[in-house]
């Protein structure tokens, strides 16, 4: 039997037009529509080796043996990926070259990378589409990371639970050279998770419902600012959807409030920046830190008034980036760790 073991990378993404909330009908399908931007210069490499002499499923991440939850949310996606009969187990190795406590969500990038190398070992051979429909159904927004550059998932059909639901590109990394500003405001674990947070938003929000209604227009606002690279459009409904998703989930019960004072500080520095002229959008998700997009001409002096903001720690610095791919196996070091 040939070796069932491949390598593949991807990289985290940023939401500019936010995913917050499920279909009721199940299969982890999003009720709104989102678009973000695919990220370079931070990746997950993760190995996928099945082999039927183990005795079950194991996962090591950054060289650390996984607890049985994780593990369990690692099978769901093998076994999603596995062509037909029993799959053997499997050894998944997996490695973040950024900090997973850095507020880029490395769900993302895992579940992305995961998908494609356990699709290469096991021999399914999906392509992009099916790989990104596997991914959103372990997480929504890792359905993104399979593609590069400007990627929008669509809302999922209550009707159709069934039908596969795949993210799709909308402009290559290339269409618009933003770069992101990452503001860190705290080291602390966020008090409770984004799948958690947008089910009990859900379920007890009473603006959730307006939330439902307003956002596909905001995507759409997001989606031609991004076609037509209009910073001050993509401005204000990056925002809007940010703002409109933490409004939802504060009014939640009870509150869900991903913020902290220097979240706050920065997205009014934000304002103050464009204000002075400067090309500068706020994002947040679920956690304190604020990603602050702008453009290649302002990013030394938004970077510089972001990293003085009272209450940031450290910055972050990115661009829009490739989608997952496989590694060669002279590539592949690093992940083994
Ligand atoms: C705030 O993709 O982590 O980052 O599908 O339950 O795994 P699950 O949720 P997840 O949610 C991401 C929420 C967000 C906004 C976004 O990325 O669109």
Redesign the pocket.
Known sequence: MASMTATAQAHP?I?LS???G?VASGG?RPAVP?L?VTLAGMATTTTVRFDASLAADRLMLDGILAAERETARVARLLDAVWPSGTRPPAEVMSHNDFPTAAGL?S??SAFAALALAASEASGARLDAAALSDVARQ?????ARSVFGGFVELPAGDPAASAQPLAARPVATAGHWDLRLVVAITSEQRKPIG??AG?NHTASTSPLYPAWLQAAPDIHERVRQAVLSRDFSGLARAAEHSALC?HGTALAAEPAIAYWNGATVEVMRAVRRMRQDGLDALFTV??GPHVKVFTTVEDRAEVARRVARVPGVLRTIHARPGPGARLLEPDECRGAER
């Open positions: 993404n939401a936010k995913y917050w499920k982890n989102s973000s969500a769900s993302a372990i997480s929504a927004s890792a984004s799948t947008m998703m998700d679920a």
